[in-house]
T-cell receptor
Framework: KAGVTQTPRYLIKTRGQQVTLSCSPI?????VSWYQQTPGQGLQFLFE???????NKGNFPGRFSGRQFSNSRSEMNVSTLELGDSALYLC???????????FGQGTRLTVV | GESVGLHLPTLSVQEGDNSIINCAYS??????FIWYKQESGKGPQFIID?????DKRQGQRVTVLLNKTVKHLSLQIAATQPGDSAVYFC??????????????FGKGTMLLVSP
């Protein structure tokens, strides 16, 4: 069974641009969560989707958004990028909401 | 916010020693706990989990202990190997006022294993 797949693995963007990251969960998993990981703040929760609906949202500005498709694949979007958005963005999938989560390798975003 | 990287608590052990990594959690209503291992450049890897109705759970070379009285979780790694070198995170799953559950991560501990 394939694990959680995130694309792209690495990305370099310029301040002010927008970016879309993609996540394909483990087959059969319906819950997808997104996290931002930085050296200064650790792992911070962005949002969680279950059955195409956002269930939880972390304390991030509205520039961060996401969505989930009917096949459970998810995308997150960051608009008007800032230097501080440079981070490893991790996607995790779980069988159901509140179950143990399995992570992808992450997308390393660098904003210059 | 909590820090990892340069400010991460570090545990240094010799190969073959047993390692104990500790974690304090915050939500007394959390009913499910997970330990993750994160190697450099990779996403966190699920190691072992435990439900709040248990005190101890064993896996292959790993044991998780849960003390609900003091809201403390520990991960014991037997016969630590250089490949165990990584950052270890504990995570708790608790239910928010919204009724939905969320996974909250601890600070992380860096384990360094010397040959």
């Amino acid at each position: 069974k394939a694990g959680v797949t995130q694309t792209p693995r690495y990305l370099i963007k310029t301040r002010g641009q927008q970016v879309t990251l993609s996540c394909s969960p483990i087959s059969g998993h319906r819950s997808v969560s997104w996290y931002q990981q930085t050296p200064g703040q650790g792992l911070q929760f962005l949002f969680e989707y279950f059955s195409e609906t956002q269930r939880n949202k972390g304390n991030f500005p509205g520039r961060f958004s996401g969505r989930q498709f009917s096949n459970s694949r998810s995308e997150m979007n960051v608009s008007t990028l800032e230097l501080g958005d440079s981070a490893l963005y991790l996607c995790a999938s779980s069988l159901r909401q509140g179950a143990g989560a399995f992570f992808g390798q992450g997308t390393r975003l660098t904003v210059v | 916010g909590e820090s990892v990287g340069l400010h991460l608590p570090t545990l240094s052990v010799q190969e073959g020693d047993n390692s104990i990594i500790n974690c304090a959690y915050s939500n007394s209503a959390s009913d499910y706990f997970i330990w993750y291992k994160q190697e450099s450049g990779k996403g966190p890897q699920f190691i072992i989990d435990i439900r709040s109705n248990m005190d101890k759970r064993q896996g292959q070379r790993v044991t998780v202990l849960l003390n609900k009285t003091v809201k403390h979780l520990s991960l014991q790694i037997a016969a630590t190997q250089p490949g165990d070198s990584a950052v270890y995170f504990c995570a708790e799953i608790g239910t928010l006022n919204s009724g939905y559950s969320t996974l909250t991560f601890g600070k992380g501990t860096m384990l360094l294993v010397s040959p």
